[in-house]
C-alpha cells in the first residue's frame, strides 16, 4: 500500500517537475505528446478488434460456404455415377430392342420365327404375332423409361452446376473480402507497433530526465536555492519548536515539529503549486507544495477538515493553506514541517528545513 503510494507519489512528482519545466527539456510537450500516442494506440486497438470480428465473421461465413460446395461436389458425383448406371441400362435396353426388331422383321432369329411357324391356324399365329408386338412395346417403354430418367439426372446435374457456380462466385468474393481484412489487420498492427515503440520512447525521454534531475541534484550540477532564508515561517503565530531537524530516538527527524493548538493557521512558505493535498501515512493528513526554486514543503498531522488547498492549486507565500492537528502517529497537536529536494528511490530526500526559513 505505502510501496504503492510512493510510485504514485513519483510519477505525480514527475508530472509536476515536466509542467514546471525544472526539467531541462520540453516536459509539458512531451506530455501532450504522449497522451495523444496513448489515445491514438487506444483507438488503434479499438479498430484491430474491429476488424478482427469482421476477419472471424467473414472466415466462418468462408467455411460454411466451402462445407457447402463439398457437399454439393459429393452429390454431384453421385449424380455423375447415377448416370453413368442409367446410360448402361438405356444402351443394353436399346440393344435388346434393336436385337428383337431386327429378327422380327429381317429373319435373323430361327427361334423367333419358329414361335410364329410353330402356330397351329391363323388365329394362333395372330396371337403369337402380337404377344410378340407386345414383348417389342414393353422394351420400348423401358427404354423410354430410363430416357426419361436420364433427362431428370441431367437436369440435376445442371441445377447443381449453376449453384455451385454461384457459391464458387460466392466465396471469390468472400476470400477478396477476407484478403482485404487480413491486409488491414496487418496494417493496423504495424501501426499499433510503431505507436507502441513511440510510447516507449516518449515514456523513456520522461524517465531519463526525472533521473538527469535527480542525478543532477545529487551530485550538484542543479542547485535548489538553499538556505537563503526566503521561505516564511509556517505557524505564524507559533515558533515553538518541539523537535527538531535530526536524530531522534534511535531514528532521524526528517523535518520539524512546531507545536500549535489545534486549529492555529498554516501558511504556505513560499510562492509554489499544490502536488499533494490528503491524507499520508504517518502523517494524518498532508500538504506538499513545489516552489519554483525546486524544493518542496512538506506540512504534516492535520484533520481533514484542517487542509484547505487541493493538488494543482497555485498557492501564494504566506496564504493560509491549512490548520494544526494530531492526526497520524502524533503525540499531540503539532505541525511536522519539512523540506524536501527530490524524491530518490520513491522516497522524499528530506534536508535540512531551517536554512531555508525566514
Ligand atoms: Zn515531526
New binding site residues.
Given amino acids: 500500500m505505502k510501496q504503492k503510494r510512493i510510485q504514485k507519489l513519483t510519477t505525480s512528482l514527475l508530472a509536476v517537475l515536466l509542467l514546471m519545466g525544472a526539467i531541462p527539456y520540453n516536459a509539458s510537450a512531451a506530455d501532450d505528446d504522449l497522451n495523444t500516442a496513448k489515445q491514438q494506440a487506444d483507438q488503434l486497438r479499438e479498430k484491430k478488434d474491429q476488424v478482427d470480428q469482421q476477419l472471424q465473421s467473414t472466415l466462418a461465413d468462408i467455411h460454411k460456404l466451402e462445407a457447402e460446395i463439398q457437399a454439393a461436389m459429393h452429390k454431384s458425383n453421385d449424380l455423375k455415377q447415377q448416370i453413368t448406371v442409367t446410360e448402361a441400362k438405356l444402351a443394353e435396353q436399346k440393344e435388346r430392342l434393336k436385337g428383337r426388331v431386327k429378327t422380327m422383321y429381317e429373319g435373323g432369329d430361327v427361334s423367333f420365327w419358329s414361335v410364329l411357324l410353330d402356330a397351329t391356324n391363323f388365329s394362333d399365329f395372330l396371337d403369337r404375332m402380337s404377344l410378340l408386338t407386345m414383348i417389342v412395346e414393353q422394351d420400348n417403354n423401358i427404354v423410354n423409361e430410363y430416357k426419361a430418367t436420364q433427362a431428370q439426372l441431367k437436369q440435376q446435374q445442371v441445377d447443381l452446376t449453376s449453384e455451385q457456380d454461384l457459391r464458387q462466385s460466392k466465396q471469390q468474393d468472400l476470400l477478396k473480402v477476407e484478403a482485404d481484412l487480413q491486409s488491414r489487420y496487418h496494417d493496423i498492427s504495424q501501426q499499433i507497433a510503431v505507436k507502441d515503440e513511440e510510447i516507449a520512447d516518449l515514456e523513456a525521454a520522461g524517465v531519463a530526465a526525472y533521473q538527469s534531475y535527480t542525478d543532477g541534484m545529487q551530485a550538484g550540477t542543479i542547485i535548489p536555492q538553499t538556505g537563503t532564508g526566503t521561505f516564511a515561517w509556517p505557524v505564524p503565530t507559533s515558533h515553538t519548536i518541539n523537535?527538531g531537524y535530526g536524530p531522534r530516538s534511535g531514528e532521524f527527524?526528517k523535518?520539524?515539529?512546531i507545536g500549535a493548538p489545534v486549529g492555529t493557521p498554516i501558511v504556505a512558505v513560499g510562492d509554489g503549486t499544490v502536488w499533494q493535498a490528503g491524507t499520508a501515512s504517518g502523517f494524518g493528513h498532508w500538504i506538499v507544495i513545489l516552489h519554483d526554486n525546486g524544493v518542496m514543503s512538506v506540512y504534516?498531522h492535520m484533520y481533514s477538515n484542517g487542509v484547505y488547498v487541493s493538488a494543482g492549486q497555485r498557492v501564494k507565500q504566506g496564504q493560509v493553506i491549512g490548520a494544526t492537528g494530531s492526526d497520524g502517529e502524533s503525540s499531540g497537536p503539532?505541525l511536522?514541517f519539512a523540506i524536501a529536494n527530490g524524491v530518490s528511490g520513491g522516497r522524499m530526500s528530506y534536508i535540512n528545513p531551517m536554512g531555508y526559513l525566514q
Fill in positions: 523537535s527527524h523535518g520539524i515539529d504534516g503539532h511536522h
